[in-house]
């Protein structure tokens, strides 16, 4: 009668085992599904990012490159967003600038989810939402996943203990799992490896002459609301400084550090003849600052602990009760690239990319969802 | 360089006027002249972008150094202030060994008689302990200020520019710098 007591409390607890995991994988494999994107009228070509390493095809690693061909010869633009998917800025301005811009002149490329497998799970023991939203001005609403900093494991595993890159620098063995720490990249090496030495040679045989990696940072990490550079595009850095500076968007500078290996405004610089250049803007719903990681501190950016930080003078971007919503974080990046742009087009007219429909600054601050396209 | 030299005429076509709240009559700066960072941040890469503007003669070096340079063949020497973690890791060296290297550069120009320009030219986002120790450090042989204006809200560097009776121009955008160093070197 024990006995039949006991089995009868460990099947319980077996069902109970069985509900969670159950439940469990139904929430984690929600994150497996890419919510649309809808490319705007100035998109040509949707394009497979194994075309430049076929190995990756087919795996969680794969991932579109949208490509927005000009009438008109001119210079090549790579816009990567999503090499941390915990940063939703920067996916986000690639997805509207997909969404939106138009070339008159040159071609664009870009990777909305560079490090694909890494928007497919979010970082475990952060508490961070897996989804947010954004609403659009017909009413209907765009979902978004927030994911990790790192390839899943699922794509991945295990990591080393320490991370030995391909110039002999030695890193953190779970920076083999951050795609801005394995470019170059190599081609038979770990997935995240793969991933950048695809982004490479997308760069190499496409000819590419401008990068610019799209990211977020802690509001208390000194890169902050910066334009980080090369110092072969240093001038190119500089002059955006402070073309944005003349229209009222502060950002810094900082140059790339030559000892810091593995991030893309290194490598590609490095091994490539492009220019290159990273964005970052400040997200309260990265740093280590923040309290609960709701899906509203994500749009809006509001935190009471932040405040008080800033207060304090512990932040190295402005923060006030108004927060520092998604809107304005992608609104800074897009104006950064116009920018860019812009300046890019005054010291090589020969290599000219011209564009049209970059959504404006002050339009995106109002509201980023008048710029994504609704679902149908 | 020719394209750059047109992308700047155009951006100095269009920048608005500055601030000289600080000039002095009188005061003036020569060429050639020596540029090297204090704290290894892009300010200095910032000024020698204005500096082409002005078509000023100047050379640049990161890490310029005494005992690589004899500063008494220029005739100013600017010190362009930004302390940047990211930087001094790069030159693989810590702030002490900057500022070691930074007053001996200010010590020889003073003994040289070249004039000492301290400027910070990235505003309030350079200001900070190391930063501002920096320019503590640098004051007593500093001949003037060139600083943007959002660097000086807590009057900073108004109060080492009072205290030494040397003058300090301040300017609202980075690209304004074009005009005090028209204006300090009669450009």
């Not at chain 1, 989810?113 to 209907?140: K, V, W």
């Not at chain 1, 091994?271 to 997200?283: F, I, K, P, R, Y």
């Not at chain 2, 005739?75 to 810590?94: F, R, Y």
């Amino acid at each position: 009668m024990v006995s039949l007591k006991r089995h009868f409390k460990f099947l319980i607890f077996v069902a109970i085992v069985a509900v969670v995991v159950v439940l469990s994988a139904f929430s984690f494999t929600a994150m497996w599904e890419d919510p649309p994107i809808i490319p705007g009228s100035g998109v040509t070509e949707i394009r497979m990012l194994s075309e430049w390493l076929p190995s990756i095809e087919g795996t969680m690693l794969d991932t579109e490159v949208y490509v927005i061909n000009g009438s008109e010869e001119g210079g090549k633009f790579l816009l990567l967003g999503g090499t941390h998917p915990n940063e939703p800025g920067g996916t986000l301005a690639a997805v509207v600038f997909i969404e939106n811009v138009s070339a008159i002149s040159g071609t664009v490329y870009v990777i909305p989810r560079s490090n694909h497998s890494a928007f497919t799970h979010n970082d475990a023991m952060e508490g961070s939402p897996q989804f947010f939203s954004i609403q659009l001005p017909d009413g209907s609403q765009r979902v978004f996943r927030f994911g990790s900093r790192r390839t899943n494991p699922i794509s991945q595993w295990p990591d080393p203990t320490i991370y030995l890159h391909p110039t002999g620098a030695t890193l953190g063995g779970g920076e083999v799992s951050n795609l801005n720490r394995t470019f170059p990249g190599r081609e038979d090496g770990y997935s995240t490896e793969k991933v950048a030495a695809a982004i490479m040679n997308l760069v190499l045989e496409e000819e590419i002459d401008l990068v610019c990696d799209l990211h977020e940072s802690s509001p208390e990490y000194p890169v902050n609301n910066a334009i980080v550079f090369h110092q072969d595009s240093a001038e190119l850095a500089i002059m955006t400084q402070m073309m944005l500076e003349m229209e009222g968007v502060d950002i810094r500078l900082e140059e790339s550090p030559v000892n810091l290996r593995g991030l893309t405004h290194r490598e590609i610089g490095d091994n490539s003849d492009a220019q290159v250049v990273l964005l970052e803007v400040s997200n309260p719903s990265q740093g280590r600052l923040r309290g609960k990681t709701t899906e509203d501190l994500v749009t809006k950016g509001i935190d009471k602990f932040y405040l008080q930080a800033s207060k304090d003078g512990k932040l190295f971007a402005p923060y006030d009760e108004s927060g520092y919503p998604l809107d304005l974080r992608v609104a800074r990046h897009m104006a950064t690239i116009r920018v860019l742009i812009d300046s890019w087009n005054m010291m090589f007219p020969d290599r000219m990319i011209l564009l049209s429909d970059i959504p404006p600054y002050e339009g995106l601050v109002d509201g980023l969802g008048t710029y994504l396209n609704p679902v149908s | 360089m020719k394209r750059l030299l047109i992308v700047l005429l155009i951006i100095g076509v269009v920048s608005v006027g500055f601030a000289a709240d600080g000039t002095e009559q009188g005061f003036v700066l020569e060429e050639p002249v020596a540029v090297t960072s204090a704290g290894q941040s892009p300010g200095a890469l910032q000024f020698t972008v204005v500096a082409k503007m002005v078509k000023l003669e100047y050379t640049f070096e990161k890490l310029l150094s005494v005992e690589t340079v004899d500063i008494s063949q220029f005739k100013t020497l600017v010190l362009v202030v930004g302390a940047s973690g990211k930087g001094l890791g790069a030159a693989n060296i810590d702030i002490e060994a900057e500022i070691l290297r930074v007053k001996s550069l200010a010590e020889a120009a003073e003994k040289s008689g070249v004039k000492v320009v301290i400027c910070n030219l990235e505003g309030e986002s350079r200001r900070g302990p190391s930063s501002d120790r920096i320019v503590t450090e640098l004051a007593p042989f500093a001949d003037a200020y060139f600083v943007k204006s959002d660097a000086d809200q807590d009057g900073f560097f108004t109060t080492f520019s009072e205290k030494a009776g040397v003058p300090l121009a301040t300017f609202e955008k980075t690209v304004d710098l074009k005009d005090v160093l028209a204006e300090y070197f009669g450009k």
